[in-house]
């Protein structure tokens, strides 16, 4: 396993990290067909695989339905092996999202998440924009709240998982880490990313495989992750899989790049 560093945070990131929407959300997503929400053993030993592989990376939010309280479980006694990131702004409930960036929820949200995932400091935390960027970082103190937190020591780095070029340029320049979208077919980002690079902003990367349709060819698959690992400023890509073989395939197409 490669790693890399998460911009300016002191943290080292595995090449591959592990996403965790499917540990426990199974509606209104964007794959092919709903996932079907894995067992605790069957979460376990895709943990254990993770870690055999070198993964130190875990990404997972308060929306992703029950991820956060699953991986408080999972992660009881290795905490210490993984790099965890979570998000604020966004939850899901009875099948709805709602979104709440005021600096009072982002604190609240980080206290959860810390009761949640069963750990007294949080590595990562980034506002799960619901596509207004800009207006986000501009009109409501999410990120200010955060770097509170961050003075306090309960978060480590803070930044946006954003959705639009513009947000992702403006985080990228203010933030320690972005989470930006990048694929063979999605490159629209490449800029945000240059960005981050250039202010020393970690990058982690979702949808590598397109939410799965660039994931079921081996070829694209391969191709589609050794594209987004050799674009410069790229810390890590969180590959959303539950399937240990999927996960094993998915480093060893990195392992194979030249
Ligand atoms: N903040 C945000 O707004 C946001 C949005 C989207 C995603 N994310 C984060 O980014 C992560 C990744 O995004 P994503 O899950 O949408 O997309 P992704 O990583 O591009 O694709 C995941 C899909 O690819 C499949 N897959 C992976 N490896 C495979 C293999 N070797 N063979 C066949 N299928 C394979 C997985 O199915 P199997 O489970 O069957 O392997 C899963 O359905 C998420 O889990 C989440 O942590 C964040």
Same mark, same amino acid.
């Given at each position: 396993?490669?790693?890399?560093?998460?911009?300016?945070?002191?943290?080292?990131?595995?090449?591959?990290?592990?996403?965790?929407?499917?540990?426990?959300?199974?509606?209104?997503?964007?794959?092919?067909?709903?996932?079907?929400?894995?067992?605790?053993?069957?979460?376990?030993?895709?943990?254990?695989?993770?870690?055999?592989?070198?993964?130190?990376?875990?990404?997972?939010?308060?929306?992703?339905?029950?991820?956060?309280?699953?991986?408080?479980?999972?992660?009881? $006694?290795?905490?210490?092996?993984?790099?965890?990131?979570?998000?604020? $702004?966004?939850?899901?409930?009875? $099948?709805?999202?709602?979104?709440?960036?005021?600096?009072?929820?982002?604190?609240?949200?980080?206290?959860?998440?810390?009761?949640?995932?069963?750990?007294?400091?949080?590595?990562?935390?980034?506002?799960?924009?619901?596509?207004?960027?800009?207006?986000?970082?501009?009109?409501?103190?999410?990120?200010?709240?955060?770097?509170?937190?961050?003075?306090?020591?309960?978060?480590?780095?803070?930044?946006?998982?954003?959705?639009?070029?513009?947000?992702?340029?403006?985080?990228?320049?203010?933030?320690?880490?972005?989470?930006?979208?990048?694929?063979?077919?999605?490159?629209?980002?490449?800029?945000?990313?240059?960005?981050?690079?250039?202010?020393?902003?970690?990058?982690?990367?979702?949808?590598?495989?397109?939410?799965?349709?660039?994931?079921?060819?081996?070829?694209?698959?391969?191709?589609?992750?050794?594209?987004?690992?050799?674009?410069?400023?790229?810390?890590?890509?969180?590959?959303?899989?539950?399937?240990?073989?999927?996960?094993?395939?998915?480093?060893?197409?990195?392992?194979?790049?030249?």
């Amino acid at each position: 396993m490669q790693y890399r560093q998460l911009g300016a945070t002191g943290l080292r990131v595995s090449l591959i990290g592990l996403g965790t929407v499917k540990f426990g959300r199974n509606e209104a997503l964007q794959y092919t067909a709903p996932p079907t929400l894995p067992s605790t053993r069957a979460l376990t030993e895709l943990l254990a695989t993770a870690r055999d592989q070198g993964i130190n990376m875990i990404d997972t939010a308060p929306a992703y339905g029950s991820s956060e309280e699953r991986l408080g479980e999972l992660l009881a $006694g290795q905490r210490d092996a993984w790099v965890v990131c979570t998000k604020v $702004g966004e939850s899901f409930e009875s $099948g709805v999202s709602a979104f709440d960036f005021s600096p009072e929820q982002a604190r609240r949200s980080v206290l959860r998440s810390l009761q949640r995932l069963r750990t007294d400091r949080l590595d990562v935390v980034l506002v799960h924009s619901d596509g207004n960027d800009v207006d986000i970082i501009e009109h409501h103190g999410t990120l200010q709240a955060l770097a509170q937190l961050k003075s306090e020591g309960l978060i480590r780095a803070f930044g946006m998982s954003h959705k639009t070029v513009a947000g992702g340029m403006r985080a990228a320049s203010d933030c320690d880490v972005v989470m930006a979208t990048l694929n063979v077919d999605q490159q629209a980002e490449l800029v945000t990313i240059e960005q981050a690079r250039t202010r020393r902003c970690g990058v982690l990367i979702k949808k590598a495989l397109d939410s799965g349709r660039a994931a079921g060819d081996a070829t694209r698959r391969s191709r589609s992750l050794q594209f987004v690992a050799a674009v410069p400023g790229v810390s890590c890509i969180v590959v959303g899989t539950t399937d240990p073989d999927h996960l094993r395939e998915d480093v060893a197409a990195l392992t194979r790049a030249p």
